[in-house]
């Protein structure tokens, strides 16, 4: 399959890439393209319920993919580790050819850990080496990683001391990490503390919250970090020394991009949660989740909005409800949709899976995946289906970075009950870029 043959128009078979596999949406890059060689890297873990199941439970997997035949191999990371979505692995491309990737379990031991490649090879893999967070955590407490590098260190953001941000910092792109601080502070409320993503390249872009929806009514804020400061959106420092040990700012001095129970359409927005943030050139986009008219708390957790939200550099922030994200996808997560993410490369480009059709509003059957572009900063949307009458939920889409020449759009389609359970497989399409 070539970008040249879609349609949106024709429906498109996607590539099968793994017949059991789920990824969370707070690790990244969570999939890789490297142009080079023709591949295609993707991290995912595998459910008890999936392909065979019964050996594959908890495993940490690559799947690497022949982007020229479609022809896929899968590379264990770490036999069983722990049967759950949030342990998918952080992948990094390093200089040498060689490839890093970082993981940890959700929140059942305090272990960030990492494994690096043969040069030019993601299926051939060294040991795994472990950073051991227990004389800084407090109980058990360690999940996700975010890798992003700035002023020629590399940054491994995870969830960490008292279930805030923090970083580990390698100088030698990963073959080595220590502890280099917590980058925000706060009074714990209810399970965890914010959720943040993480973008950019000559910087560090920040999207958080304050803690979990279903115990907060979250807002979202934006800042940067670059030139040895923690910025709001509009470049005034909010921390001068970042990430720089255990005294670190609350997220809530950054920049309000979002603020809780604002009202859109006479309708009253409360409980968001991060989704994605790219940036490109000038101009920073994330997209969030919201509930509708939840007045008193999880009254109305069928109705899930998308919200899109830009700015360029020296102007305010534009936010836009972009499209209905419909309902939970299980009751005991009363915030999980379908999710939302930004093509990378083109931040006029979103994928959202919804069993809500954005283009007029009709409930279908399942989880459908749409391409939404816009040509005025999110005011409005032209949407295409991506997948069409499924007979299972396709979910959580996400676009690979690596190749600005080609659209790799990825998510993964089955069934879903639980952050740990789940029968799906993890699929693929090349797309054209315009």
């Known amino acids: 399959m070539t970008a040249a043959s879609y349609s949106p128009d024709v429906p498109v078979e996607p590539w099968v890439l793994n017949r059991n596999g789920a990824w969370c949406w707070y690790q990244d890059e969570r999939a ?11 991290g ?46 952080a992948l990094w491309r390093r200089r040498d050819g060689r490839w890093l990737a970082v993981y940890a379990k959700h929140k059942t031991d305090n272990y960030t850990r990492w494994r690096i490649s043969e040069p030019h090879d993601p299926t051939t893999w060294g040991p795994e080496h472990v950073f051991d967070w227990s004389d800084l955590v407090q109980g058990r407490g360690v999940t996700y990683s975010n890798l992003r590098e700035l002023d020629g260190r590399l940054y491994c953001f995870v969830r960490a001391i008292n279930d805030d941000a923090c970083a580990l910092v390698s100088d030698d792109e990963g073959d080595s990490w220590s502890f280099a601080g917590k980058l925000f502070d706060r009074p714990k409320v209810g399970y965890v503390n914010g959720y943040n993503r993480y973008a950019g390249t000559d910087r560090i872009d920040v999207l958080s919250t304050d803690h979990h929806p279903r115990d907060y009514n979250n807002s979202i804020y934006h800042g940067y970090l670059k030139d040895g400061a923690l910025h709001d959106s509009f470049g005034n420092a909010v921390d001068t020394r970042p990430v720089s040990g255990l005294q670190a700012p609350d997220q809530a001095e950054l920049t309000t991009v979002f603020r809780a129970g604002s009202m859109w359409g006479g309708e009253r927005m409360t409980r968001a949660w991060t989704t994605d ?25 069928g109705d899930h909005r998308f919200f899109y939200a830009r700015r360029d550099d020296g102007a305010d922030w534009q936010v836009h409800q972009v499209a209905e994200a419909g309902r939970a996808l299980f009751p005991h997560e009363e915030d999980y949709t379908g999710l939302i993410s930004i093509d990378p490369y083109d931040v006029d480009t979103v994928f959202a899976s919804t069993h809500i059709d954005p283009r007029d509003g009709a409930n279908l059957a399942h989880h459908e995946i749409f391409r939404g572009r816009t040509s005025d900063r999110g005011a409005s949307w032209s949407w295409s289906p991506v997948t069409r009458a499924s007979a299972v939920d396709n979910l959580r889409p996400i676009v690979a970075p690596g190749d600005p020449t080609r659209l790799v759009l990825l998510w993964f389609r089955g069934r879903m009950t639980a952050s740990q359970h789940y029968d799906c497989e993890i699929v693929a399409q090349v797309l054209p870029r315009t």
């Open 44 to 89: 995912s873990v595998a459910a008890p319920e999936g392909a065979d199941g019964d050996s594959r439970a908890g495993n940490v997997e690559l799947t690497v993919t022949d982007l020229a035949t479609g022809q896929s191999q899968i590379v264990v990371l770490h036999h069983q580790l722990e049967a759950d979505d949030h342990n998918a692995p």
């Open 277 to 301: 943030i790219r940036r490109v050139g000038s101009t920073v986009a994330a997209t969030f989740t919201t509930r509708a008219n939840d007045e008193p708390a999880n009254s109305n957790i």
């Open 32 to 42: 890789l393209v490297d142009p080079e060689h023709n591949l295609l890297v993707v």
